[in-house]
C-alpha cells in the first residue's frame, strides 16, 4: 500500500507504527524521515558494489546481487532489531525514490504478514516538501527575535519562553552549534539537508495566529545556512534587544562554554582562528588568559574587543525593538522575570 505525502503535517498522522529507511547508512545519516530507523538493505559498500557492477558489466547480474545481498541483510534484521515485533505491527518502508529497495523488503515483511506501507516517491518525495516549505513558499509565521551581544543568555531565555507555553525554534539546538566561532559542540553539526528537515519539523505544527520567538542569528550558524524562506522572514521580524552588564556577560560564558574551558588544546586552537581578524599580539594574550585559567578576564577581553565589535558590524535591525531588556544579571530570576516580559508580546497585535 503506497501512501503519497501531501504535505510535512501527514507524517504525523500516518497509521503506522515504525517508519523504517532501508537506505545504506551514508544516505540515513545525511538526512532522513524523522523518526524513523535505519535497517538498510545494503551497506554503502554493497551499494557502490551493486552500482559497479550495474554500470561496467551487466545490469541483471547486478540486480541477482542486488537481490541476493538485500535476502540476507532483510534476514539479519528479522532475526535482531525486528525479533519483537508482533503480527499487528504496520511498518513504513521507503529508499531514496520508493523503487527496488524497499520495494524488495516490503514484500519480504508482507510475506510474513505484515500490513505494509510504502512512501511514494521515498525519500525524494519527502525532500520535495522540505524545499517547498524552506526554499519555495513564505513562511506563514510571525517571528519575534531576541537580539542581542554574545553572552546575553538569549538561547536561555528560549528555553524559559518554551517552559511558558510560548512558540520557541532554537536554531542552535537544531544546528548542534552555539553560533560564534568558538561555538562548536561536541559530535559535531548535521548535514545541511538534515539541518532542513529539523527546521521544517519544528515548525510544522506551530499557530500561525501566535508569534515565533527565535534568537537573531546571522544567516549561517557554524557550517550551516538558514535556508531562503526562513531567513527572509528574520530579515524582515519584529526583534526584542536585550543587553546585560560586562561581567555578568563574562560568567554566562564561562559557564555556557565550560565543555571549551575543560579542552586547553581545543581552546587553544580555536583561539589561533582569530588571529586572522585581530593578529598574534591579541591571540597571545588571549592564549595567556587561557593558559592562567582567567577564563573570565578571558571571555571578558573577547566580547570587548571581538564580539561586540562584531555584533555592532552586522546588526542593522529595521525600527526600534518591541522591547528593550537591559538585565542586571544574568541569573536565573532574572531570566525568568526577562522571558515573562517577552511572552507578554504574545497578546499584543502584529
Known sequence: MKQTLASLKDLKTLPFDDIIDVRAPAEFAEDHVPGAISLPVLSD??????GTVYVQQDPFLARKLGAALVARNAATHLQGPLADRPGSWRPLVYCWRGGQRSGSFASILA???????LIDGGYKSYRRLVVRAMYDDPLPLRVILLDGGTGTAKT???????EMGQQVLDLEGLAQHRGSLLGGMAGGQPSQKAFESRIAMALVDMDPARPVFIEAESYKI???ILPPSLWRAMLGAAHV??????QARADYLVEAYADLM???????DKLGVLAQFHGHEAIAKWR??????????????LVQHHYDPSYRRSSRRAGAPLLG????????????DAAAQIAALSDKPA
Open 111 to 117: 510475506q510474513i504478514g505484515w500490513r505494509v506501507g
Open 222 to 224: 557554524g557550517a550551516r
Open 241 to 246: 534587544h536585550v543587553s546585560a552588564p560586562l
Open 45 to 50: 559498500a554493497e551499494r557502490a558494489e551493486v
Open 325 to 336: 531588556l537591559n538585565l542586571p544579571s544574568l541569573k536565573t530570576p532574572d531570566l525568568k
Open 156 to 162: 536561555r531565555i528560549l528555553g524559559h519562553l518554551a
Open 262 to 268: 575543560q579542552d586547553a588544546a581545543v581552546l587553544d
Open 288 to 301: 595567556e588568559l587561557s593558559a592562567k585559567g582567567a577564563f573570565a578576564d578571558l571571555a571578558a577581553d
